[in-house]
Structures are given as C-alpha cells and as structure tokens.
T-cell receptor
Framework: GDSVTQMEGPVTLSEEAFLTINCTYT??????LFWYVQYPGEGLQLLLK?????DKGSNKGFEATYRKETTSFHLEKGSVQVSDSAVYFC?????????????FGGGTRLMVKP | NAGVTQTPKFRILKIGQSMTLQCAQD?????MYWYRQDPGMGLKLIYY???????DKGEVPNGYNVSRSTTEDFPLRLELAAPSQTSVYFC?????????????FGQGTRLTVV
C-alpha cells in the first residue's frame, strides 16, 4: 500500500537558518503530495501541495518540489522564524481506491530558537 | 466560517466506559474521515465516509464505530474504552473525489483512558 516516510525530529534551528525536512513516498500511479502544518494546540492546516511531477508547491516562504524520479517531496525554507515552530506532516493521496483518504508520514517537530 | 467542528476538546474516560466524539462540518462536503494521532506516529485512518449513509473501515477501526445519517455529522463511538485508545482524534472533510483537493481538519479531541 501507499506509505510516506519523513525525517524524525525534533529539528532545532536558530532563527534565519535554512530548513529542510525530507519526505519520500511509495505509491502506485500518480499521487498528489501535500505538506500539512500543526501549530501547538491546533488541528492540521494545509501548507502546500503539488499534483504532478516537477510541480513546485509554495506558501509562506516554504517550498517543495514533486520529484517522481526520486519519489520525494522535501520541504524547504530559506530563513525560518520562531513562528514556524510546529509539527510538519508530509502526506499523499493516491489516484485510485475508495475514500480519497490521505496517507501521512510520522510528522517532524520543528523548534526555532530566537 | 465554522469549517470542521469537533467536541469535546478534552476528555478523560475510565476503562470500559463509552463515549461519542462529535464532528460536524458546514461546507457540504461528502467525504469525511476520522484519524487518530499517536505521538511520533503520524495520523492513522480509523473510519471514513463518502456520503450520508455510507461508511467504511480505515487502517485501525477496531474498538470504534461510526454513523453518517446526515452530510454534516460524522460521530465516532467508543463502546468499551481501553488505554490503547488514549490518543488525539481528528475529524476531517473533503469536498470532492479528486486527488488534489484539500482536506479540512477539526481542532482535535484529546482523549485519555485511565
């Protein structure tokens, strides 16, 4: 079945540092890929998405490129802020099967220090 | 905009007790989901529904039941609470059966079984 693997956290960075959170996936067909963010005490919010190979999703300074050849969707940000501290989830939605459900990675906690 | 509303936000149950986690959405979405989030484990799908009157099991359905009598509501029932059901529960909805559509999440219910 479909699966998502992302780097374990926590990731601790200083403000203005460069961020990379790795995400790789296994899926048949042509899945859509997502990054969700969960701020403390809140539910998940969509951060960005990409629907086909070589698409780049971007939002709030975060970017991720859908790489079919390496089955990856790594999240990057050039300069993190304290307010980016959260848990980040990589997810995919396959292009077949009932329910249209998302498959999530284990989440990566990011802590940004001033 | 209310979006996806979950109640209660927190609950402590004793082993063997039962309870219903409520979920309602006001976006007229056909697809609804229940996930549980265990520490460091990402989100696991419990049950889902593709429309009123239709429900199906996800990855971890044991110990839970659902119903979908209306488009808006998708309650999750725990009949005999066990410590293994201590988790954070998220309800989500999706507007249409296309791979790249965004899922909307509630703020979660933190359940502790003692």
């Amino acid at each position: 079945g479909d699966s998502v693997t992302q780097m374990e956290g926590p990731v601790t960075l200083s403000e203005e540092a460069f961020l990379t959170i790795n995400c790789t996936y296994t899926a048949t067909g042509y899945p859509s890929l997502f990054w969700y963010v969960q701020y403390p005490g809140e539910g998940l919010q969509l951060l960005l998405k990409a629907t086909k190979a070589d698409d780049k999703g971007s939002n709030k300074g975060f970017e991720a490129t859908y790489r079919k050849e390496t089955t990856s969707f790594h999240l990057e940000k050039g300069s993190v802020q304290v307010s980016d501290s959260a848990v980040y989830f990589c997810a995919l939605r396959g292009d077949r099967g009932a329910g249209n459900m998302l498959t999530f990675g284990g989440g990566t906690r990011l802590m940004v220090k001033p | 905009n209310a979006g996806v509303t979950q109640t209660p936000k927190f609950r402590i149950l004793k082993i063997g007790q039962s309870m219903t986690l409520q979920c309602a959405q006001d976006m007229n979405h056909n697809y609804m989901y229940w996930y549980r989030q265990d520490p460091g484990m990402g989100l696991k799908l419990i049950y889902y529904s593709v429309g009123a009157g239709i429900t199906d099991k996800g990855e971890v359905p044991n110990g839970y039941n659902v119903s979908r009598s209306t488009t808006e509501d998708f309650p999750l029932r725990l009949e005999l609470a066990a410590p293994s059901q201590t988790s954070v529960y998220f309800c989500a909805s999706n507007p249409r059966p296309q791979g790249n559509t965004e899922a909307f999440f509630g703020q979660g219910t933190r359940l502790t079984v003692v």
